[in-house]
Each structure stands twice: as C-alpha cells, then as structure tokens.
DNA sequence: TACCGCTTGTGAACGCATGCACAAAGTCGG
DNA sequence: CCGACTTTGTGCATGCGTTCACAAGCGGTA
C-alpha cells in the first residue's frame, strides 16, 4: 500500500471518504488517461462484453498494460486475479472518480464557427455535460436558438452563470476578447475553463483552465515533419558516418 | 554539454546540421511550449518590441523564467546576458527549428459542425499550414465550397493527397469512420495526423498522431470540479478528522 | 580600461511518471 | 483438497522533465 503518506497532514481516513484523499493522489496524466479508458469500457459495455482483461483493455486504449494497471490501482483495487476486471463495475468507479455522477452545466461563450459546432454538439460527447447557456456579442445573434438554446449577449454571463450553476466555461471567442470573457466568467463563479482562444489566460489560483489550441497542435506536427525529413535526409546522405555497405552494425 | 548521447549512432556533425541532431533531443513537452513562446513573440513583434527577457517573455506565456530558458536552450543559445533576447532572431530560429519555413499542406476530412470550423478559420491560425483538401462521404456536400475549397468525396483522399502533397490530416470525422479514414490518409502517404474523432487510432510507427479530445478534456476538468468541492467539504466541515474541538473521527 | 550590475545559459538536485518483474490471490481441473 | 495456471497489484529502478542556483558573459559607466 502506498498510502499512508507521511505529510504530517493526513492521520486516518474513514471509509467513504477514501477516494477523496485518493483523487488528490491521482496523477494529472492518469486522469486524462482514466477518461478514456472510460470511454472504451463504455464501448464495450454496450457491445454486451462484461469482463476485461488489463492486457485487451490496454491495447484498446493503445497504452502499456502496467501502466493501465496502476493507473486503476489509484483509484483502488476492483479486479480479480486470475480473471480481470468487471466493466460496469470499472465503469461505475471510473465515473465516480472523474465525479460524472453530478451533472456539470457549460456554458460556451462565442457562437462562431467554432461555438456553433460546439453548441450542436448536442449535449457533448459523453453525457453528463450538458449546454445551458450561449453567448456572444454580437447583438443580431441573441435569440436566435443553437442547438436548441438560444443565445444571450455577453453581458449577461455574470446573472447567467450564477442562475443557472454553470460550473464550465467554454471560450470560443478570437483571441483579443479571450481574457476579459475569462475575468468574467470568473467572477460569475466559474472556476473550470476550457480555453479555444490562442492566448494564454491569467487566472487566480483557484480556476482550473484547460487549453485546446489548434495552432500548437499544428506545429507540433510541423516539428515531427521537419524531423522526419532530416532523418531521412541523413540516412540518403550516409549512415551517420558509419559505413554505408561496409560493416553496418545496425541490427 | 548534454550532447555526445552515448547512443553509439551518432559521432560528430557537421555545423549547420547541428539543429536536425538538436532537433532529436528537444523535449515533447518543450516543443509544445515553443510553439506558445513563437506566438507570443509575434504578438510583440507586431506592437514594435525588439527585445525582450527572459523574464518578461516567461510572464507573457505563462511559465516559469528558469524553464523558458532552458527550452530556448535546447535550440541554442541566441540570447545575450546582460541584456536579453533579440525579438526577431528568436522568432526565426523556433520558426525554423518547427519547421515552419516550409509550408504543410492540411487536409481536413469530415466537413461537419466542426469540419466547417476548420475549413473556414482560414489559413489556419499562424501561417503556414494552407488548407488544400477537403473530403467527405456525404455525395451532397461534393464539389461545394467551403472556406474556399471545395469538398471531394473521400474515395479520392488517397490520389488527391498524394497529388497535393498533404503532409497534415485531420480527422473531423464521426467516430466509427476515424479508424478507416486513417489508414486511408496513412496510405496515401500522410504521416502526421490531428485527430478530433473520440477514438484510439491505430497506426504504424512511422506516423505521428495528435489527438484533441473535447470529452476528456470536460472530464479532466470534471475531476477538479469534484475534487475542489471535495476539499471544500472537508474543510468547512473540520480538517480532516482532526479536532475542531472533540476528537471527531468523521463517520 | 576597469569595475559593476544585470541577464543568460546550464550543471546538478529533485520529483514525477513509466516500465519491469514478481509476489499475492484468485480460478479451474483433476 | 490440491496443484497448476492466470492475472492483478505494486515495490523498485530507470528516465524524463522541472526547478534551483550560480558562474559566465555582456553593456554601461566612471
């Protein structure tokens, strides 16, 4: 057992309470992975399979087994030896740790291109996120319903957001008027963003932003291109030096 | 000097190569962080700064100083102490290290709700990377325009990548059709892929895949909402067991 | 020219995440 | 009831990435 932390700050916890000491050790990147384990236990779930093994399960989420392995053991032991491990009750367990038992209401704040798609997303992928609110600046959109909500103007998100408990916002907006959709949506008292702006947000440090941004991804891709491409280059060119048709020891 | 990896492979290189063997030892996550630095250059670039230091640069990307420089770092050391960065040299060198000097041809196959987004934003946010194929199954959207381009089916994808030489793919497909899609773009030679469909692609190893996944990114930031709840529970109703005056062990 | 203050570049320590390898724990067949 | 086989859960080692702290280097000033 890993527990038992020496802080100094955490004595005994009792029973059902676990998991929320347990959330506070899971790491950032195994959250991101656990989701979409998630996604693909649902799958199954719904293709009528009801046990998984770590090693089918892992290769269906295109991670090592091991790594599959620890990262279900953060959120406790629900296998069984010898056999593997039941998808609802993984399911169930995931869910409850990514805290998909409560509905968490969205708001998306600029209906262009981008805010239009997300809007009619319908519920968002995965359910338990749905839409409740829309906004933009543009005075001719307000009314008019996206995705079968309709759209209010900007000024309203602080009333907005609080009435309705918006508890993620959504920034879809150009870049200029990231920052100040941002301050706003947090005063309303949001404190999770997900941020598609190309700007980088000033936040206080009780508001989580979560950044999806198009152009880094691109040129991440470029890097690899680029690398490629030298690679290539200087394999055509010779063997880094080594002998091209002498003695290639390259297994 | 972090170089002479004793990988056995590499003797020395010659000068200009220099940044395709640096290029190697970039790490990902330093790449990422580039890309946010080159934008955030630009930015200062058009409002006529010229220089800039470390410090600043870091505040205005939203990390660390010591870790900016040590990113700037692994592209080599254009900086001058005592003074700071010149903006414009900085800006070309990351340009040219992400190999932007060359222009990527996109593809976006899928023209729904968001294939429109992507289509129209135009260019692509940053130059360099020209949308110049679109494809869908749906005969109807054939030969409309969108952003400009007009919409093939994607029983072309592989002559028509192949012909325009597409080096980027993106995926804006439903889900069950990423898969197909993908090996599709993968054979016609496409070896980066950005991935929007919720699915876990299967490629060779010589392709490089991103995937941008709005349902784990909700979750990831559900996961915070229900742990900040959490630890406000815990806190307003006694820290953890430990005394508010008795001795409560929480039920 | 010599000194002073400022900022870069980087060696080194630290911490987190990944992967290995194996004991523990269960099932199944005899 | 026992032994063989299977699969989980995890201690440990390894490697990567972040952070610290400081020497090296440069411009400005006397």
Redo the contacts between chains.
Sequence with gaps: MASQRGEG??????AE?AD?ER??A?P?AA??RL??Y???LSGMSESGVTAVSSEELSQ???VNAAKLRKDLSYIGSYGTRGVGYDVEVLVSHIER????T?N?S?AVVGI???G???A??GG???R??PVTALFDVDADLVGIPVGGIPVNHIDEITAICREREV??GVIATPPPAAQSVCDRLVSAGV????NFA?V???VPD?V?V?K????????????????????AA?VSVGN???GVDGMVIRP
């Design positions: 700050e955490t004595t005994t916890t009792p309470a929320k959330a506070r899971i950032e959250v991101a989701a979409v998630l996604r693909v269906a989420a295109g740790i990514l805290g998909l409560r968490h969205v262009g291109n981008l239009h798609a997300l009619n997303y968002f992928p995965g338990g996120f508890s993620i404190q999770c963003i997900l190309p980088v947000l000033q009780n989580e979560r999806v941004d198009l152009a880094v991804e691109m040129q991440i891709l470029s890097f690899h291109v680029a690398r490629r491409a030298d690679e200087s880094n030096g080594l």
